[in-house]
């Protein structure tokens, strides 16, 4: 976080403190996972039925993870010109995020392919991306399918862009690797916020 904060973000950083609050966004193509992982997170239960539920527009819901209250925005993945939440309200739903989790399906390529294009537009909105932004993690979903993304591009991705914490693979349908990603976001979100309490000078 930049030394200088204007009011609404003192006003931010107070309330995530006192609160122990994080904001959390999930962001990528439609089918890929995010509102099941959202879902696994309110409810504690994995993908079972397959039936598609389009996210209409955008959800916000709210879950304990480690101790922490968390606040997870979830937006569709359809991206028709000027009819998904980003167009409208970026404000709304990146100012005062967090954590970002970029979700691609590890069975299909496209929405791998198009993570960069997410992640482009996420970045333009960050006036000083370098020192005042939220945590990146990107995470391949449905480990259980047949693959058409392979680790090393995952892999590859998150050094060439230099950005994110972490790259994850795991299966909301078999549970596979959800506990261990779980676990790293939860000693991050410990060491947030131990950071959060030193900028305000606690
Ligand atoms: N096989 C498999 N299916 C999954 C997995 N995660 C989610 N799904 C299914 O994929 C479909 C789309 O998931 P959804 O969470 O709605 O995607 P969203 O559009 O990114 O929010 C649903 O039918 C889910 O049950 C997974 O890890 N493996
Ligand atoms: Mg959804």
């Given at each position: 976080m930049s030394e200088k904060r204007?009011?609404?973000?003192d006003y931010l950083l107070y309330l995530k403190i006192t609160?122990?609050?994080?904001k959390f966004c999930v962001i990528g193509d439609g089918g890929v996972g995010k509102s099941t992982f959202i879902n696994f997170l309110t409810t504690g239960q994995l993908?079972?039925?397959?039936?598609v539920t389009r996210t209409p527009y955008?959800?916000?819901?709210?879950?304990?993870?480690?101790?922490?209250?968390?606040?997870?925005?979830?937006?569709?993945g359809q991206r028709r010109t000027d009819a998904h939440p980003l167009?409208?309200?970026?404000?709304?739903i990146l100012k005062g995020t967090d954590i970002i989790l970029f979700f691609f399906s590890l069975e299909n390529l496209e929405s791998f392919i198009n993570i960069k294009k997410w992640y482009e537009e996420i970045k333009i909105?960050?006036?000083?991306?370098?020192?005042?932004?939220?945590?990146?993690?990107?995470i391949g979903n449905k480990l259980d399918l047949p693959r058409n993304v392979e680790s090393f591009n995952g892999e590859e991705l998150v050094e060439r862009m230099n950005?994110?914490?972490?790259?994850?693979?795991?299966s909301l349908f078999s549970?596979?690797?959800?506990?261990?990603?779980?676990?790293i976001l939860c000693d991050k979100l410990d060491e947030q916020f131990q950071n959060l309490k030193e900028i305000a000078g606690l």
């Open positions: 204007n009011h609404t973000e609160k122990d609050l994080f993908a079972s039925n397959f039936k955008i959800n916000i819901d709210g879950c304990k993870l480690g101790g922490h209250t968390i606040q997870l925005y979830d937006l569709a167009d409208h309200m970026q404000n709304v909105f960050y006036k000083d991306w370098e020192n005042d932004r939220p945590l990146l993690f990107l950005d994110f914490e972490v790259y994850h693979e795991i549970g596979k690797n959800v506990e261990d990603f779980l676990k």
